[in-house]
């Protein structure tokens, strides 16, 4: 079982910066991939970044060079840092976890509350 709490979300200025942080609870966390992913109103959800339990990482071409994904084992918690934010990053962003490796949804079995990403323009 791993429970996820993420923090850090806000309003922010276009080309501000935002870092979010997920803490995981459970011993099992290093054995993880975490991911991000988030949800506009109107709109499914989306995949943003993951990072595996070798430190691979992958990310969403909307936000590639963006939003480094990054994981403190000693901490269990995983990073989003948020760069030069647009309008349409606005979102609730979740944090989750799996035990496979993948980059939908539907592979991720547990899930934090989500946390509010507004960007003004």
């Known amino acids: 079982q791993v429970q996820l709490v993420e923090s850090g979300g806000g309003l922010v200025q276009a080309g501000g910066s935002l870092r979010l942080s997920c803490a995981a609870s459970?011993?099992?966390?290093?054995?993880?991939?975490m991911g991000w992913f988030r949800q506009a109103p109107g709109k499914e959800r989306e995949f943003v970044a993951a990072v595996n339990w070798n430190g691979i990482k992958r990310y969403a071409d909307s936000v590639k060079g963006r939003f480094p994904i990054s994981r403190d084992n000693a901490k269990n918690t995983v990073y989003l840092q948020m760069n030069s934010l647009k309008p349409e990053d606005t979102a609730v962003y979740y944090c989750a976890a799996s035990y496979e490796w993948t980059m939908t949804p539907g592979g991720y079995k547990y899930w934090g509350q989500g946390t509010q990403v507004t960007v003004s323009s």
């Open positions: 459970g011993r099992t966390f290093s054995n993880t991939a």
